[in-house]
């Protein structure tokens, strides 16, 4: 069992006890052991190899009473709590409960109407006989068509994170094979896109048969769907469909640039071919004789149109061809520009982990500096802060800082927008942060004047430097509220606050496009992880992705900057 199995089971756990509304100190203990799990570098199996029980209870996350379901997985092939929550439940019942807007309450009364899928579900729901259910009426059976949509719109689509971990799995294995002289995963996931629907891994090799059996045959794979001589499609374990194709050396800059796409801008390089009286295919470019004339690497599918090399971010017809043949591209913002996180969270709130540690760990990815911002007295499930645990806090992080060496700790809190525009905290509180950022977690079904005026009020005070996850959307699972940010973003840059690029894989909040709406009007950008334990500060990576589809320089960041720029 892979790690990615693993997690999952600590996911259902979670899920079954939050609808069975159990402690929620315990559903964030399984939740944030199945997130780090997801994470770790070495599979559980082999640290249970190498060090036994004792060895995955050290695992920050995971302790004793995690740790022993993980053995008990390991020697059994089960976890019985898992085993026995299923049998609470009705079948189907985690799928249809996972319904944004439908919830397990509701879950549970459509027992009685014999729905056990998705599918009956939406029947029912349009057939208008979900109403004379108890508590029912024509509103809510519309919410749920609505949540349907919602599900059915990001069905079969994974978050950046899942994929990408899939696809290092992937990559992992088939360097294990000499024959394998290349490995690129391309596709949507190359281009950062924010769900994918399917991976697609280039191999280079001259014995592409010894390739596709041993893709067909890992251990992750779960149903063969084609199986070829350059090209074979799988189903893995987790639902993500998986495409291996195999090129010749000579071909690679062709097949790369082919299955990276998008369609839209692969259609663009054909028509420049043909006007040139050539050729494109996966294979290569091709004159009039059908002879390849290029396409060996993939800078040549450019540099033979007289265009600079178009990052994969950037392929997605929004201007990229007319700058690259200007000159124009921009110079892409990288993971390793960037000098600190500035939105994280402790164990004082709803964190795991302590400043202290989340210190060390941003120092081990050379971060300069790091801002601590737990959560504010308002967002109570979340054990927001009141004002004299924050100044209290606030102690505590200046005491870390003084105590750790080669890392600014800077004390800052995420602090509330409450629905009239006003802060959480009073301003003579907010005077002693370093940073002050502020977020939207509560009234979200405001009218998108009210909203827009809400947030435009929260950043006209000159204490506040960062607006976080602008938009509020969590990727599959809620839309985000209804504001217009053609009003937001111009705030922004006349209040000197600078927007955030929310890097978790469920918000990935700012957009890409208004990333670059946000350029255009100079605003300024920042990208955070909004991490809750060690591991989620390597969530930054991602955050990275959106910046670089939204057309982002190194300039454009906040926190590419030294701390005393910051300031
Ligand atoms: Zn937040
Ligand atoms: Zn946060």
């Known amino acids: 069992m892979n790690n990615l199995e693993f997690a ?55 302790g004793t009473h995690i740790g022993q379901k993980i053995e008990e997985q390991i020697k059994t092939g089960k976890v019985s709590v898992l085993t026995q929550l299923r049998k609470e439940f009705p079948q189907g019942f985690l799928e249809l409960a996972s319904i944004p807007g439908l919830g397990p309450k509701t879950a549970l009364l459509l027992k009685k109407l014999k729905i056990d899928s998705l599918a009956k579900l939406e029947k029912a729901a349009k057939s208008g006989q979900l109403r004379d259910l108890p508590g029912f009426g024509a509103k809510k059976e519309k919410n749920i068509l609505r949540g349907l949509n919602l599900k059915k719109a990001s069905h079969g689509r994974f978050l950046l994170d899942e994929a990408s971990a899939h696809a290092e799995l992937l990559v992992e294995e088939l360097e294990k094979l000499p024959e394998a002289k290349k490995i690129l995963p391309c596709g949507s996931l190359r281009r950062g896109q924010e769900t994918v629907g399917d991976l697609d891994i280039l191999v280079v090799s001259d014995k592409p048969n010894i390739i596709m059996d041993k893709f067909v045959k890992l251990a992750m794979v779960k149903d063969i769907l084609a199986k070829g001589e350059t090209k074979s499609s799988v189903i893995l374990k987790n639902g993500l469909p998986a495409d291996l194709r195999v090129v010749n050396e000579k071909s690679f800059g062709a097949a790369s640039h082919y299955f990276t796409g998008s369609k839209a801008h692969n259609i663009h390089i054909r028509q420049l071919a043909h006007q040139a009286g050539w050729k494109v295919s996966e294979y290569g470019i091709f004159n009039q004789k059908g002879q390849q004339i290029g396409g060996q690497t993939e800078a040549d599918m450019f540099a033979k149109f007289r265009l600079d090399y178009i990052p994969p971010e950037l392929r997605e017809m929004r201007g990229e061809f007319e700058a690259a043949a200007k000159g124009q591209l921009p110079k892409l913002v990288e993971l390793s520009d960037i000098k600190g996180d500035l939105h994280l969270h402790t164990k004082a709130t709803d964190g795991l ?19 601590i911002s737990d959560h504010t007295q308002s967002t109570r499930v979340a054990g927001g802060l009141s004002e004299s645990e924050m100044l209290a806090h606030l102690k505590k992080i200046k005491a870390a800082n003084k105590k750790i060496k080669g890392l600014e700790i800077l004390a800052g809190a995420e602090v509330d927008i409450l629905p009239d525009g006003s802060l959480d905290y009073p301003n003579k509180i907010l005077n002693q942060l370093d940073i002050v950022i502020v977020s939207i977690h509560s009234n979200f079904k405001m009218p998108k004047e009210k909203m827009t005026q809400r947030i435009v009020t929260a950043l006209s005070n000159p204490l506040v430097k960062i607006f976080c996850h602008p938009t509020g959307r969590l990727i599959g699972q809620r839309e985000g509220y209804e504001v217009d940010l053609e009003k937001v973003l111009p705030a922004a840059q006349k209040y000197n606050v600078a927007i955030e690029i929310n890097a978790h894989p469920q918000r990935l909040d700012l957009t890409d496009v208004y990333c670059q709406r946000a350029k255009e009007l100079g605003v300024k950008m920042v990208i955070s992880t909004d991490a809750h334990s060690t591991d989620q500060l390597e969530l930054m990576k991602y955050g990275v992705m959106v910046a670089r589809r939204g057309w982002l320089e190194k300039k454009d960041i906040v926190n590419t900057q030294a701390v005393r720029d910051l300031l």
Do not use: C, H, T, V
């Open 8 to 62: 999952k089971i600590f996911w259902q756990i979670a899920e079954f006890l939050e609808l069975k509304a159990d402690n929620p100190f315990k559903i964030r203990a399984y939740r944030a052991a199945a997130q780090n799990i997801e994470s770790l570098s070495k599979s559980l199996e082999e640290i249970y190899a190498q060090g036994g029980l004792k060895a995955i209870e050290e695992i920050p996350g995971i």
């Open 353 to 371: 982990n302590s400043i202290e540690e989340m210190a060390e760990a941003a120092k081990k990815l050379g971060y300069e500096y790091i801002l």
